[in-house]
């Protein structure tokens, strides 16, 4: 060991705080002295503040002015690599250190004292006197071998009021132990319910093996159809990482999607898994950070903060749907979470599993680089087979005014309902009118804090803006015009649907799964069971159904607008439009039945349409790769977009200017600055929003040159500035 791993009582240590400083700072090292890594407390002025232990002190400080160290956290010291997880992903993203160790300290009570609870197990000897109740105490011990039980747990099983268990703790015949009430998870067996894998599945399980017997860093994107059971194979790699002793992490990028799938992992592996998203209650949090430090979880489901949990030893990242959006974090630190499994495993040597049966472009890329393995699943398992696709032409149909069903995809729709068999009708809109308009004077109704119109939620009996959450009840009269009764909703939202449906389709039993008509995750989950146990004849959905969940009596999907996504300037319309049809679509026919898709759309001949049509991934992934290619931008170039904001207009533009004209550092490294201009919503939650793009080639070291071009302003009053490296969308 070359550098210093424990310091002495009194020495100089150097600790990284979770407080908005640019450095850490000195302060020397308590009674008992501590390792580097251990998690602290700090004073800070009249505060003391939690923080770790990154290495010697710098000694650039006035030696007497010097505090010690409060005291150190009975948790796991930060391992070497996590901490250079943090410095890395901090440098990615421009993120200050301290903030990173916010992400990597995000469980509550981690100062609290151990606390302990009482458990009781069986003693020596004889009571001194053998009542009935005492002897039912010692008969549920016995059967229970050398288990321990809480005072209730044991009181209620032996069916005995609490002193008779304690007259017994007295006598030494039951023994009353303290034990840490953050217990260590149930380890899961590799071997419980082991499944016979197909052939190509089995090709691809050995393919994963070979990275995780060698225990060395991999990225491996696993691309198969929907249902062609990529679960299946990165399940068998996660019982081969258990096996080495290791420990695993799938995220999933919906919440919605983690109940399901710890059913599967118990069947599979015996027991269930640590889970943690925001719906995980304060203190499992807390279990489960300490116990994935000291081993005792062995796999984590999660979402993507569970990336900077401290594992002891991990060996498994599995991101399954990587294409998803919702991995990259859109506020507080900008990370992409399917980047940062690279970059973590790549520090731990660790496997990654990117799983996807429409990978983004990126992994795409990287795989045809030969940077990452790509191991392809090519059937569905069992008899189901990809859905039928077809364009509806709109053009061609007669849909009244205020309607968006085509009488085609009406019969077909009616004829599945015939034969008991489901349809989803899809429109990734949630809300019941995306615009609100008045018939006298045309104003539209916008949110008073943003550039965007309020969308009217009949559910929520109220108007909603979808950029800041902001909500207002329905006016009786337009409020430019002052006229009554003449407000009308224009477009369709999910809501909207699902009233034309209830009128074509009177006898029918209607879903409507849409992320804000469910109260909670649960509710979410009961509903989506119920659906897949038969109890909806159509469901209309957005975006939520197309992640995963399976109904096997679904075969037919009709998509309500297939042009919407297409729309924009989106750097990534094509590629998001392309994986969105092809994963709804994918939603038909997931079992026995056959499955057709039928997309509505006035542009049956785009050539986005025209592939998805086809299922010629690989055409329309060279295709859209020698256009970013052309025009030198992500994955094949590198980006950053600045977004700054201010409630004052002035101040945003007058920044954004000096930005662009002072933009020295990054014409040192051939990058070049675009902008300011408004951004695509110039003002959400009364902040005037104003961005600059940055452009390099792929080989450009960036960041250090943003943060130096950056770092020659000093943000001035209520001015806020954000840096999105690779940013994934232009809001
Ligand atoms: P994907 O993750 O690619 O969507 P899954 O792994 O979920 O696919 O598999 C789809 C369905 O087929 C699941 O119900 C799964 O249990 C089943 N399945 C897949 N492979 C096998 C196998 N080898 N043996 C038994 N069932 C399988
Ligand atoms: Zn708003």
Redesign the pocket.
Known sequence: MTEQDFFEEGALVAVQTTQPLDRALDYTAPEGGCFRGAFVEVPLGPRKVPGVVWGPGRGDFDRAKIRAVSRVLDVAPMRREMAAFLERAGEYTLTPLSAMLRLAMRAPGLSDPPSMRKVFRLGEGAPDRQTEARTRVLDVLKDYGGLAFTLKELSEMAGVTSSVVKGLAKQGVVREEDTPRDMPFARLDPEYAK????ED?AVAAEALRAGIEAGRYGTTLLR??????????YLEAVADTLRKGRQALVLLPEIALTAEFLTRVEARFGVKPAEWHSGVTMTERRRIWKMVGQGGAELVIGARSALFLPFRDLGLIVVDEEHDTSYKQEDGVLYNARDMAVLRASICEAQVVL?S?TPSLESWANAQAGKYQRLE?TSR??EAVLPEMRAIDMRGEEVPRGRWVSPTLQREVSARIEKGEQSLLFINRRGYAPVTICRACGEKINCDQCDATMVEHRFLKRLVCHQCGETKPIPEACPACGKEGTLAPVGPGVERLAEEAAALWPEARLAVLSSDLFASARALKEGINAIAEGGADIIIGTQLVAK?H?FPLLTLVGVIDSDLGLQGSDLRAAERTFQLMRQVAGRAGRSERKGLALLQTFQPEHPVIRSILAGDEEGFWSAEARERQAAGVPPYGRMAGIILSSPDVQQVFDLGNALARQDGPLRAVGAQVYGPAPAPIARIRGRHRVRLLVKADKGVRLQPALAEWVGQFRLKGDIRLAVDIDPQSFY
Request: charged residues 15%.
């Open positions: 499944r016979a894998l197909t599945q198969g159809v929907t249902g062609s059971g990529k679960t299946e194979v799983a049966a699943l398992f069992g995963g399976n």
